[in-house]
């Protein structure tokens, strides 16, 4: 049976709970065309692998041990407001990262990896960020200018400093009442 996994870097539950904390009136101005992230499922995707076969969970945690035991703890912040593809055409909300070139080399390293066992890498670049909100689909043309011109106004920079010192294989079942992560393994870097 296939398992929904992909491999990112768990936020602290006191960050997460700060995250939520500061978008909360961004949440409130466009609450009825974003499906939000709940504070619990904020994390920085490094590689969404989509469906892989449960018996290949081992063999992406062995890749994950062996791609990161060269990796240091680094720091990360996160900062700003954005959406994908663009704030005037918003389908993704996210809040910003500022890194360092530690974690492109992270993400660069696994995803090589994890194409030695079949993952086909995404066409375009990879762009950290914590997903904050989904644009309901069928929101109009106005919905859309409403949640840009919310998201141009919003100032959000969170003053924490993030140590990143592993990072995790996480399943994920979708649930009617949203998606449910759970850690199948962890790498730790050496300090």
């Known amino acids: 049976?296939?398992?929904?996994?992909?491999?990112?870097?768990?936020?602290?539950?006191?960050?997460?709970?700060?995250?939520?904390?500061?978008?909360?009136?961004?949440?409130?101005?466009?609450?009825?065309?974003?499906?939000?992230?709940?504070?619990?499922?904020?994390?920085?995707?490094l590689l969404f692998l989509g469906d892989i076969p449960s018996a290949d969970v081992d063999a992406y945690a062995r890749m994950l041990a062996e791609q990161t035991k060269a990796a240091h703890p680094f720091d990360i912040r996160i900062s700003g407001i954005g959406a994908f593809p663009d704030k005037r055409h918003p389908h993704v909300i996210y809040a910003g990262i500022q890194a360092p070139d530690d974690l492109s080399t992270l993400q660069r390293t696994i995803a090589s990896g994890a194409e030695s066992l079949g993952y086909r890498p995404e066409e375009r670049a990879y762009t950290p960020h914590l997903t904050l909100g989904r644009v309901i689909q069928n929101s109009g043309t106005s919905d859309a200018a409403h949640i840009g011109r919310a998201l141009e106004s919003a100032q959000f920079v969170m003053p924490d400093?993030?140590?990143?010192?592993?990072?995790?294989?996480?399943?994920s079942e979708l649930t009617p009442d949203g998606p449910v992560y759970t850690s199948m393994n962890t790498a730790l870097f050496r300090t």
């Open 161 to 171: 400093i993030i140590r990143v010192d592993a990072v995790h294989l996480l399943k």
């Open 1 to 45: 049976m296939p398992v929904r996994a992909f491999i990112a870097i768990k936020m602290p539950a006191d960050i997460q709970t700060a995250i939520y904390g500061e978008t909360a009136g961004l949440r409130t101005k466009i609450r009825a065309s974003v499906r939000w992230v709940p504070a619990k499922n904020m994390h920085l995707t």
